[in-house]
């Protein structure tokens, strides 16, 4: 009889002194090292030791030199977007990329030009905005609507605010920071406003593997012919196993003329080879994932069951906004009454907590807080205890 294994995510792992962005920037970045690392998106989990075993493999060997790229790399891709996602994608239209982000800003060099309109759906993932306005594009903003505490796309807003200028739009699927797991009706009708003023979609799809409480993501580029050959779909094992400090993701693109244009460039510029560790972490993250990713994400709506229970019942003036999908859950501050210098000041002075604040993701992120729960229990259980204890002692804060 198969045992199956049985991962463990509660073990509490010291990452100082490894220079994890998320612990040891926190001086940098808030100002105080003495905080509660709950905010850049990875996970406090350990590499799973089916990853972990093949890199340590592969290191037994004690030349590291150039490498080609293994078959089995691709076709650990191609099964996996099947088996995962039910989306059949053909080998020529992967390519390996080196970071989501950096495919996004390779893609804005080679789709459009300085002053092009690159739309973006706030609150959204703030580098959306960033690496176009860093590469000098210019940001159309079709924000997203909140209706009974979701998420919706505004199309009426979005066919007034498209013109020439505008070349490509960024999609964040699943949303990030909203946790929405985009329907296929409003995938479609996105794909079709898109195409028929021909525009380039690209489909950030980093957070697809991780769909809680039974729902399903569809990916972007399956919901119609329009999206297949209007877009450009980013994604990677990186969130789902939490080793973002790989550089393993790849860009998948159905059509031959964006593909043609894209591959070409990242080829020219040596952009599109993985390094041996991408290679082999992605093959067996795919590989021999699905069990680990079925407990991490059983243990992720553990984590979120008791952030909802705990504010509920001893905060009730925050809201959870409980995600469809990935680790990062919204919280709607708003109840607290405070604006945002005042909001950061009680998470991070008074509680003593970093979290990424709702404005960093632009317009309607006010007073939004964004708590990562890919973190052991009892550390989100201390987290919880130390914001009871900072908003009772906070003056600032009146609770409506
Ligand atoms: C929506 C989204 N896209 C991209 C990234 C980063 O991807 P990469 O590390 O591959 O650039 C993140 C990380 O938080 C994310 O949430």
Not at 244 to 271: C, D, I, M, Q
Request: aromatic residues 10%.
């Amino acid at each position: 009889m198969q045992t199956t294994t049985q991962y463990n995510f509660d073990t509490v792992t010291d990452r100082r002194g490894t220079h994890a962005l998320k612990v040891d920037a926190l001086r940098a970045r808030y100002g105080a090292a003495d905080l509660i690392p709950l905010w850049v998106a990875d996970m406090d989990f350990e590499t799973p030791p089916f990853i972990a075993d093949a890199l340590r493999a592969r290191l037994e060997h004690p030349i590291l030199g150039y490498t080609q790229t293994p078959q089995g790399y691709w076709s650990a891709i191609i099964r996996w977007l099947e088996e995962a996602h039910g989306w059949q994608v053909k080998q020529e239209w992967l390519s390996y990329i080196p970071g989501v982000v950096t495919g996004i800003g390779l893609a804005l060099n080679v789709f459009t030009e300085a002053g092009d309109k690159v739309i973006i759906q706030p609150p959204v993932y703030h580098p959306f905005r960033l690496v176009p306005e860093a590469n000098g594009r210019t940001i159309a903003y079709n924000p997203l609507r909140l209706a009974n505490d979701r998420y919706e796309m505004d199309f009426e807003q979005l066919e007034q605010l498209i013109d020439d200028k505008c070349k490509l739009l960024i999609l964040s699927n699943p949303h990030n920071p909203g946790g929405v797991v985009w329907r296929r009706e409003t995938l479609q009708r996105l794909a079709d406003v898109c195409a028929r003023h021909r525009l380039t979609v690209i489909a950030d799809e980093i957070h697809a593997d991780m769909a809680l409480y039974g729902n399903r993501h569809i990916p972007y580029a399956s919901v119609s012919e329009a999206a297949a050959q209007g877009s450009i779909t980013f994604n990677a094992p990186s969130k789902t196993f939490n080793i973002a400090g790989l550089k393993s993701s790849f860009a998948v693109v159905p059509n031959a003329e964006l593909r043609a244009r894209f591959y070409s460039w990242l080829r020219a510029n040596e952009v599109s080879e993985p390094t041996i560790l991408a290679t082999i972490a992605t093959e067996a993250a795919y590989t021999h994932g699905r069990e680990w990713l079925r407990q991490m994400l059983a243990y992720v709506e553990g984590n979120i069951a008791y952030v909802e229970q705990f504010l509920a019942s001893h905060l009730p003036a925050i809201r959870v906004m409980r995600p469809q999908a990935s680790f990062l859950v919204w919280l709607d501050c708003r109840g607290l009454g405070l604006g945002h210098a005042a909001l950061v000041d009680l998470f991070v002075n008074r509680a003593k907590l970093a979290l990424n604040d709702g404005e960093m993701f632009g317009s309607g992120g006010e007073g939004f807080m964004r708590l990562n729960v890919g973190t052991p229990r009892s550390t989100l259980e201390r987290a919880m205890e130390q914001l009871k204890e900072g908003i009772k002692n906070d003056v600032a804060a009146t609770i409506k």
